[in-house]
């Protein structure tokens, strides 16, 4: 079956909100890993973006329930 021209992007969008979710782990990993003797990991920026990863899940899920 093939997609229509809104599900084609609705997955792009999918797709570049679910990689700034991987960027911003990504950089995470590194303070934690990296700089944690530097104590540059704060408290408020971790929350902060794991809220935001949160929020590019929801957003996806959201839009793909709502074009299907």
């Known amino acids: ?7 084609q992007e609705s997955y792009k969008d999918c797709l570049e909100l679910l990689s700034l979710g ?12 990296f700089h944690v003797e530097l104590c540059k990991l704060n408290l408020d920026d971790v929350m902060n973006s794991l809220s935001a990863v949160i929020s ?13």
């Not at 079956?1 to 599900?7: C, E, G, M, N, V």
């Not at 991987?22 to 990993?29: A, M, P, R, T, V």
């Open 1 to 7: 079956r093939s997609l229509t021209l809104l599900q």
């Open 22 to 33: 991987i960027e911003e782990l990504q950089s995470l990993y590194f303070v934690a890993s």
């Open 56 to 68: 590019y899940q929801h957003t996806c899920s959201d839009e793909l329930m709502r074009i299907n």
